[in-house]
Structures are given as structure tokens and as C-alpha cells.
């Protein structure tokens, strides 16, 4: 698949917005992780379910919304807790790679069931590549499960669905220090903090070498690539 080229940094929820219909919309946001983007969506009119199978952000992201601490429930991908044709949207956020690969067919089926006629699956997939990956992939390497995912969006048809377009984006994070990132990577997944603990001290030196240092800390920039997948009326 040839790779679209990333622009300018932008907001993971601007280039959503660009791409799917949010106001009144019901969404489902899998793998949302502490919720922040979920927050963000229903800052911009959508009607917003966050799906997280990690006991720890699921915590997180119901503290940090307490009006909406119900709309924050457990989940996984290749079984979402929605009934046939009940949403607008589907959202994978950073999330589908997490998916284990033996169910990533059965999860854009799964989107495509929950989907209603005309609604929208939404993918954006971190490269692996750029300064934040060279970082991270000490703790852990995603480079085969994301292209893992990719290979499964390839095969979004079989699902049912069809393609509406692919395009890249650039974001950028900044993280005051490396204890930062780490609380960032963890809370994606628990199972990373013994890693930590055996290269805290190299984590800390690749964490100065390829942040940008910018006021507030140290930005660190990321290419992603977006699919936008139907589902057929």
C-alpha cells in the first residue's frame, strides 16, 4: 500500500472531525484508553462510548469524567458490547494493533455489525517509525502488530464494508520528562512496567536525544495513517 504523506502536526480529534459527522452522532470509542479522546469527541457534539478492556484506564478514564462515568464501559474489539446497526461511528484510535492478531478480522466484522447503514469506521494507525517510536520501541516494539492491523484493513471488505478514503496526518505530544511518556506507555498496558524497570536509565537518555525541547517540555512528533471504511446503505 503505497503511504500517504503526513503534513503540518495536527489534533487526533481535528482530522476525526474532518472525516466523520459528529454532532448527534452515537460513537463508540474502542480502546479509548484514559477516555481523553473521548472527551473530546463529546466536546464536539457526538453522543460518545469509550470501550477499554484495561481495568487501570478504564479507572483513569471514569475519574477524569465523572458526569459521563457510565459511558465508559469494558470491552474488547472482536466483541463489542452494542446491538446491530446502533451506531454512527465506530473509532480505533492507536487501538487496532492492540487487537490480538488472530481477532483482527473478527473486529472490523464486529464494527460492521454495530455499524447502521451509511455509518463509519475510523482507523489511524501510528507509523512505526519517528522519534517517539525510537523511544518506545525499547520498552516495546510494535512494529510487526502494526503492520499487523494494516494487513487486516487491507481485508475491510471481506467485513462488508468499503473503503472511503485514506490519507496521513502528522500529531504531536509533549511530555514534560520521561517519567511522562512512561506513565503514558504503561497506562496503555500494564504488562510494560517491568521493562521500564530494566531500561529506565537508557528510556531517560533516547527520551533527550530525540525530544524537541519546546516550553512545557519535550515534543515528540508521530505520522499517522487514517483509513475511513463504510458501511454500505
Avoid at 61 to 69: F, G, N, Q, V, Y
Amino acid at each position: 500500500m503505497d503511504r500517504p504523506t503526513a503534513q503540518a502536526p495536527r489534533t487526533h480529534d481535528e482530522v476525526l472531525a474532518a472525516h466523520v459527522p459528529l454532532t448527534g452522532a452515537r460513537v463508540a470509542d474502542v480502546g479509548c484508553g484514559s477516555g481523553a479522546l473521548s472527551r473530546a469527541l463529546r466536546s464536539r457534539g457526538a453522543e460518545v462510548t469509550g470501550v477499554e478492556c484495561g481495568a487501570e484506564p478504564l479507572r483513569a478514564a471514569r475519574l477524569a469524567d465523572p458526569d459521563h462515568a457510565d459511558r465508559y464501559v469494558e470491552g474488547v474489539g472482536q466483541e463489542l458490547p452494542f446491538g446491530d446497526g446502533e451506531l454512527d461511528a465506530v473509532v480505533y484510535s492507536y487501538a487496532l494493533h492492540h487487537v490480538p492478531a488472530d481477532c483482527l478480522d473478527a473486529a472490523l466484522a464486529e464494527a460492521a455489525r454495530v455499524l447502521r447503514p451509511g455509518g463509519l469506521l475510523y482507523v489511524v494507525e501510528p507509523v512505526a517509525a519517528g522519534p517517539a517510536f525510537e523511544v518506545v520501541r525499547l520498552i516495546d516494539d510494535e512494529t510487526e502488530v502494526r503492520a499487523l492491523a494494516q494487513q487486516a484493513l487491507t481485508r475491510a471488505a471481506d467485513a462488508g464494508l468499503e473503503l472511503v478514503t485514506r490519507t496521513a496526518y502528522r500529531s504531536e505530544m509533549v511530555h514534560a520528562g520521561p517519567a511522562s511518556m512512561q506513565a503514558r506507555v504503561v497506562g496503555a498496558d500494564a504488562g510494560r512496567a517491568a521493562a521500564f524497570e530494566r531500561h529506565r536509565v537508557e528510556f531517560a537518555e533516547r527520551f533527550f536525544a530525540r525530544g524537541r525541547p519546546v516550553e512545557g517540555g519535550y515534543a515528540f512528533s508521530q505520522d499517522n495513517l487514517v483509513e475511513v471504511w463504510r458501511k454500505p446503505a
